[in-house]
């Protein structure tokens, strides 16, 4: 079914995943509307697939960021502080800072210095003042450790599979906060990190993926 939601444009993309109800909230169709996938991928941005982006880095599927959106959006409201951990292209990172608008915070971080410096350029150019306010920022680090200077997060995204139980990374959440992660290593599931206003997780599973590791930038480049 998802596979099925490639278009020749951003609109028609969007419109072939709100079809298949894979987006279905208003604020999620509106920042996909908004964040143009071409912006941020060379190579057929529109196709429901993941895509090369270099450096032994892909960009999601369409679906796989819709599924994600959905999932967080309780706290991708207006004001909150987010954080993309492997935010490789940008793109991702831009349709959060888009649901949280101009009171929001979203930080991404990527440990590859070149994806960090390709995706700066794409905001910079098509999304300036979301930069120059601060709404968005890069940063080039380890996103396992998480980034502890905006911490806590309303919520935090991880585009790439942990091993096993992000605990670094949940010690970063707001209580209450959310947290969407891919966990395992030849099997995956998405897993859904719910803290309560009292500190107590709990989790869901959501559905088997197939992600790249989480993992260091040697391992990376050379996989």
């Known amino acids: 079914m998802a596979w099925s939601c490639s278009g020749n444009t951003n609109d028609e993309l969007v419109a072939r995943l709100t079809e298949k109800h894979i987006i279905k909230s208003e604020p999620v169709i509106s920042a996909m509307r908004a964040v143009d996938r071409g912006h941020f991928v060379d190579y057929q941005p529109y196709q429901d697939s993941p895509q090369t982006i270099g450096y032994g880095a892909t960009i999601s599927a369409p679906h796989m960021h819709g599924y994600a959106l959905e999932n967080l959006k309780p706290y991708l409201q207006s004001g909150m502080n987010v954080l993309d951990v492997g935010s490789g292209s940008g793109y991702l990172t831009a349709c959060m800072a888009a649901m949280v608008g101009t009171s929001g915070r979203v930080v991404g971080i990527d440990h590859i210095p070149e994806l960090v410096d ?78 309560d206003a009292d500190g107590n997780i709990s989790q869901a599973q959501i559905m088997g993926v197939l992600y790249v590791p989480l993992t260091d930038p040697d391992s990376q480049r050379t996989s």
């Open 118 to 195: 390709a995706s700066k350029k794409a905001l910079d150019r098509h999304y300036p003042e979301w930069l120059k306010s601060g709404r968005i920022r890069m940063i080039v680090g380890d996103g396992r450790k998480g980034y502890m200077p905006d911490a806590p997060y309303d919520c935090i995204h991880v585009g790439a599979a942990s091993p096993s139980k992000p605990q670094e990374l949940l010690e970063q959440l707001k209580s209450p906060g959310r947290m969407f992660v891919p966990v395992g290593t030849s099997s995956q599931r998405i897993i859904v990190y719910d803290k």
